[in-house]
């Protein structure tokens, strides 16, 4: 019986019948972004160039829909802006 609170077109197995898994894995990449708190700390595995900062730090990463980092910036406010500017359509997380 199918969920009348999912749409059919977001069951699994019917997805796979029109869409590969790349494909799938790309969907939204390069259209969709969202933005994603972190603490200094934990930088480093993300964005492996940034230089020495206080552990405690919270900084706002711009992720592309993949997850793949685009930018870092200081406020959650630059970052949407820089979404902004290059087209990008913010996808909410929760």
Known sequence: M???NSPSWADRTLLSEFMSVDELTELGTGDVAYIKP???RDLKEMFPDVPPLHDNMTLYALLNADGTPILLADSREAAIANAFEA?????SLH
Do not use: F, G
């Open 38 to 40: 972190i603490k200094a």
């Open 87 to 91: 087209d990008l359509e913010m996808a």
């Open 2 to 4: 199918q969920n009348p």
